[in-house]
């Protein structure tokens, strides 16, 4: 297959894109415009795979993404790009809007328009298949153990979570009135390597390696049912190969956390594996802080994941505990990764790279 990749320069992009590299035979083209989340060089592992091309673009070019898709004949999409991060979207809501919700809905254009162009055949098999959230559902009651499934109703709470909701609708549309095959994945809170340290678990490891403070926000109790990035790339593989069009899967780990929990046990991987500190402390713990509450914050997430195993035969593989440990190294095997991402010296260079 050729598979048409949008946002594979981010945190679960990249993941996807490593995994078809490695563990199939299929034609990836990454189409990334490169923000402050997109790192190539969370790519270098595969940049030079001959089944692996990039294009810098920005979805909410429908032109360009009419041209690629001509050049490049893709027999399934996988729409990864967004703006994804909760507080951003609360200090400033437009690129929000732009990408999330105009750029899915210029990627469903410039999809539309090629897919018309093919054969009765081609059009059957080609899929859309649009990654996307469980906060689209709003939030659960942290005392219930009540848990979304697809057919919980969307109740939006931030910025972020109305514009995936938004193109959620957007995609069940294009099924609806084009007759588009679509699909829709709604998953829980990811974590694993080159994610960007602005999200809890990669903030904290980086926080607390720095001897910085390690901010919780309001009483810490708040729950986030937390997916191992490659556990969720596999799904995606196996949703986009198996799924029927018009079908929406939930995918989750079954691995309810509460923050402070989260942050604390982050804290005893650091003391175990960098037991000599710098900063006067004797356990990491000791810089955990509490700071006010995000507004609108969702109390829990919790995905029922039946669908998906019953129909698909998807389980994921990483226990929390295992899967937080390899996590914890990646960063401190990674401090360079990380340096650059963090002064931006990497982003200029590929600009450059990519104006030159
Ligand atoms: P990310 O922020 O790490 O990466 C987003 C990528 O999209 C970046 O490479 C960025 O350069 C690219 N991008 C942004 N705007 C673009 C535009 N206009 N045109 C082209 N590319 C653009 O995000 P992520 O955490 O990898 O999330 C990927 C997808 O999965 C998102 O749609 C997100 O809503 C969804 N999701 C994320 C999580 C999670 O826990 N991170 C959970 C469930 C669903
Ligand atoms: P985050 O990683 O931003 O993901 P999301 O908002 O999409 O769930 O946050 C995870 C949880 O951690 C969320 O309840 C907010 C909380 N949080 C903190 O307590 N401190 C932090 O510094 C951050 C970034 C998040």
Not at 5 to 21: C, D, H, K, N, Q
Not at 58 to 81: E, R, S, T, W
Request: charged share 20%; proline share 4%; glycine share 6%.
């Amino acid at each position: 297959m050729n598979i048409l990749i949008t946002g594979g320069a981010g945190f679960i992009g990249s993941a996807v894109i490593r995994y078809l590299i490695n563990e199939t035979k299929h034609n990836i083209l990454n189409v990334d415009k490169l923000t402050y989340a997109g790192n190539l060089e969370s790519l270098a592992a595969v940049a030079n795979n001959p089944r692996y091309h990039f294009c810098q673009a920005d979805i909410c070019d429908k032109n360009h993404l009419i041209q690629l898709f001509n050049n490049f004949q893709p027999d399934a999409v996988m729409h990864l790009a967004a703006e994804s991060h909760v507080d951003r979207s609360i200090s400033s809501s437009a690129e929000f809007i732009q990408t999330n919700i105009v750029g899915t809905f210029q990627l469903l254009e410039a999809s539309r328009h090629y897919w018309n162009s093919l054969s009765k055949e081609k059009q059957s098999l080609f899929r859309f298949h649009h990654i996307s959230t469980d906060e689209v559902y709003g939030d659960l009651n942290n005392s219930a153990t009540e848990l979304f499934t697809e057919v919980t109703p969307y109740a939006p709470s931030s910025p972020y979570s109305a514009s995936k909701a938004s193109s959620d609708h957007l995609v069940r549309a294009w099924y609806r009135t084009y007759g588009l095959p679509v699909i829709i994945t709604n998953c829980s809170n990811n974590y694993g390597p080159y994610h960007f340290p602005e999200k809890l678990i990669p903030l904290t490891i980086l926080n607390a390696m720095q001897g910085k403070k390690l901010p919780v926000y309001g009483n810490g109790e708040q729950i986030r049912d937390w997916l191992y990035v490659e556990d969720h790339a596999r799904a995606l593989y196996v949703v986009v190969t198996k799924a029927k069009a018009g079908e929406t899967y939930n995918i989750g780990g079954h691995n309810e956390q509460k923050n402070i929990d989260v942050v604390k046990d982050i804290c005893s991987l650091l003391d175990e594996l960098v037991p000599n500190k710098t900063f006067g402390i004797t356990s990491y713990k000791e810089l955990i802080t509490f700071i006010p509450d995000r507004p609108g914050h969702d109390v829990r997430y919790a995905i029922d994941a039946t669908k998906i195993k019953r129909d698909l035969n998807w389980v994921p593989q990483e226990s929390f505990q295992s899967g937080l440990r390899k996590t914890v190294l990646w960063y401190l095997n990674n401090q360079e990764w990380v340096n650059r991402i963090l002064t931006g010296e990497y982003q200029k260079w590929i600009q450059k790279q990519y104006q030159s």
